[in-house]
């Protein structure tokens, strides 16, 4: 019996060794941030190295879903094929991601002050207790694509945000990436996606209206038949392209 106890204190120690010096990145936005594909076994085997920080703010091997927002239809995201990506050039990092994305909502609800906002920054900087932050993902627009006021200055309204954020982080020249919204949202029935495009675009933009911003196309990615989410195969690709994206900004990744 002393021989069991002995070696799961050794491993738990080993896990908690691991789980020092990460490097971290931030995931936040709305419910294609959060994934909802469909999860396989795949997405159960944890991968070397990369770790979620949980809802109660501890680190455990990254199994999707990683978010909890909505646990009865959290699913399949972009954080494990991002992670695994940046891992191809650097086997030996050690990843961890920190899911703060929520399901539905708008830009407005991610200022300075409001829920999203303080719980993405509170969970952020216990994560940074454990290693330091390398960039954040963001995947959010398509509840702000249904009126004209909110789409056309989605831009400004993010480039505040982001400012904030990366101050109230301490982190001014962190990398940040954005993703396309859908490009089937704008077919959406009654009107929630009419503006999608003119959101898309603000988002492109961004790669030159803010600092050290890069943009991950959603191109040929498929939704899962509701005509908002992208599906499991397109997510897991998603998250290749946002790897891609953030290794054009951080150069140190590839030293």
Same mark, same amino acid.
């Given at each position: 019996?002393?021989?069991?106890?002995? *070696?799961?204190?050794?491993?738990?120690?080993?896990?908690?060794?691991?789980?020092?010096?990460?490097?971290?990145?931030?995931?936040?936005?709305?419910?294609?941030?959060?994934?909802?594909?469909?999860?396989?076994? $795949? &997405?159960?085997?944890?991968? &070397?190295?990369?770790?979620?920080?949980?809802?109660?703010?501890?680190?455990?091997? +990254?199994?999707?879903?990683?978010?909890?927002?909505?646990?009865?239809?959290?699913?399949?995201?972009?954080?494990?094929?991002?992670?695994?990506?940046?891992?191809?050039? %650097?086997?030996?990092?050690?990843?961890?991601?920190?899911?703060?994305?929520?399901?539905? /909502?708008?830009? &407005?609800?991610?200022?300075?002050?409001?829920?999203?906002?303080?719980?993405?920054?509170?969970?952020?900087?216990?994560?940074?207790?454990?290693?330091?932050? $390398?960039?954040?993902?963001?995947?959010?627009?398509?509840?702000?694509?249904?009126?004209? $006021?909110? /789409?056309?200055?989605?831009?400004?309204?993010?480039?505040?945000?982001?400012? /904030?954020? %990366?101050? @109230?982080?301490?982190?001014?020249?962190?990398?940040?990436?954005?993703?396309?919204?859908?490009?089937?949202?704008? +077919?959406?029935?009654?009107?929630?996606?009419? #503006?999608?495009?003119?959101?898309?675009?603000?988002?492109?933009?961004?790669?030159? +209206?803010?600092?050290?911003?890069?943009?991950?196309?959603?191109?040929? *990615?498929?939704?899962?038949? @509701?005509?908002?989410?992208? &599906?499991?195969? /397109?997510?897991?690709?998603?998250?290749?392209? #946002?790897?891609?994206?953030?290794?054009?900004? @951080?150069?140190?990744? $590839?030293?």
């Amino acid at each position: 019996m002393f021989r069991f106890w002995a *070696l799961v204190l050794v491993c738990a120690a080993s896990v908690a060794a691991q789980q020092k010096d990460l490097e971290l990145f931030l995931l936040i936005g709305q419910s294609n941030m959060a994934g909802r594909g469909v999860v396989e076994a $795949r &997405d159960k085997q944890p991968i &070397d190295g990369v770790f979620v920080f949980t809802k109660e703010m501890t680190w455990t091997p +990254a199994v999707d879903p990683l978010h909890f927002d909505k646990p009865e239809i959290a699913g399949v995201g972009i954080g494990r094929s991002f992670a695994s990506a940046l891992k191809v050039l %650097r086997p030996g990092a050690k990843i961890g991601l920190i899911p703060a994305a929520f399901g539905g /909502s708008a830009l &407005d609800e991610w200022k300075p002050g409001a829920n999203h906002y303080g719980n993405a920054v509170a969970r952020a900087k216990k994560a940074m207790e454990s290693g330091k932050l $390398r960039g954040i993902l963001w995947h959010q627009g398509e509840a702000d694509s249904g009126t004209t $006021r909110l /789409s056309s200055n989605y831009r400004q309204r993010w480039i505040r945000v982001f400012e /904030s954020l %990366r101050a @109230d982080l301490n982190a001014p020249d962190v990398p940040v990436v954005v993703g396309q919204l859908g490009e089937f949202y704008s +077919a959406r029935q009654g009107g929630k996606g009419v #503006y999608a495009d003119v959101v898309n675009e603000q988002l492109a933009t961004l790669v030159v +209206a803010a600092p050290n911003v890069g943009f991950a196309s959603s191109a040929g *990615l498929k939704h899962k038949g @509701d005509v908002v989410h992208f &599906d499991a195969p /397109s997510l897991r690709e998603f998250g290749v392209r #946002y790897a891609l994206a953030y290794l054009a900004l @951080d150069a140190t990744w $590839r030293q």
